[in-house]
């Protein structure tokens, strides 16, 4: 089993930028596909963005297009998550998550001022 750790949540105000990270462990990193889901306060988890295992093909939920990247060091076994033009909107926990595993990280808070 994978174990995933998130980092790099805070408060910040709106207009401004955070970068995430999830260290994964395990050797097998490079071959999962892995997504970034964010839960905001009071509503349900949803799909932020997810890259394929070797990078190449990136997707992202609406509301982040343009603002967010989605990107992985597979040789780091870490994903991240570059987050500008912050809105208040954003803030929510954020998690990492590998499909084939079904595995969670344990989330980061990002909060969001106006």
């Known amino acids: 089993q994978v174990q995933l750790v998130e980092s790099g949540g805070g408060l910040v105000q709106a207009g401004g930028s955070l970068r995430l990270s999830c260290a994964a462990s395990g050797r097998t990193f490079s071959t999962y596909v892995m997504s970034w889901y964010r839960q905001p306060p009071g509503k349900e988890r949803e799909l932020v963005a997810r890259i394929s295992s070797g990078g190449g093909s990136r997707n992202y939920a609406d509301s982040v297009k343009g603002r967010f990247t989605i990107s992985r060091d597979n040789a780091k076994n870490t994903m991240y998550l570059q987050m500008n033009s912050l809105k208040p909107e954003d803030t929510a926990v954020y998690y990492c998550?590998?499909?084939?595993?079904?595995?969670w990280g344990q989330g980061t808070q990002v909060t969001v001022s106006s």
């Open positions: 998550y590998v499909r084939q595993l079904g595995s």
